[in-house]
């Protein structure tokens, strides 16, 4: 109930305390962190704009992300970004609810693929940064240090 527009620094605080919280119940466990997705309102003349709060929430979701070592996945930016809610429910089929906060049926089949090809793409830089070297995650778990090259 306090007016974000004026400023952040309150959901900065609390969404970093609840990230803290969570990542204190278990230390090293990875944590991926997906933001707001755009929310639309409807003009006197009935067309669908972007509310501006979900831009800057979502960026703050990721600056809060990163600060406590969480991935993060910029659901806003993936959708399109500003003006994407109008798109999403000018789509056929229909992306988003008429309430032009929560996505369809198809736009969570949307989201979801966006969620996975960036996963997959992460993935295949990883292991392309790993080249030729032992992961050490699965080193780790067979209870040897990893190797060096030679």
Known sequence: YVDLKESMQ?????FGDVLRHFRAGKPGLPCLIMS????????????????????TLSRAQGEVAR???????DTY????GE???????RANPRLLSPDLGHPTVFGYDVISGLLTDALLYGYEEYRA???GKPLPELAARRGAAPRTPE
């Not at 309150?10 to 609390?14: A, N, T």
């Not at 707001?36 to 704009?49: F, I, L, P, S, Y």
């Open 67 to 73: 600060q406590n070592g969480c991935g993060f996945f």
């Open 77 to 80: 930016m993936a959708m399109g």
């Open 83 to 89: 003006g994407s809610a109008g798109r999403w429910a």
């Open 129 to 131: 940064r790993m080249a």
């Open 10 to 14: 309150l959901y900065y605080d609390e």
């Open 36 to 55: 707001v997705m755009d929310h639309g309102k409807r003009t006197a003349g009935d067309w669908v704009v972007s509310r501006p709060f979900a831009k």
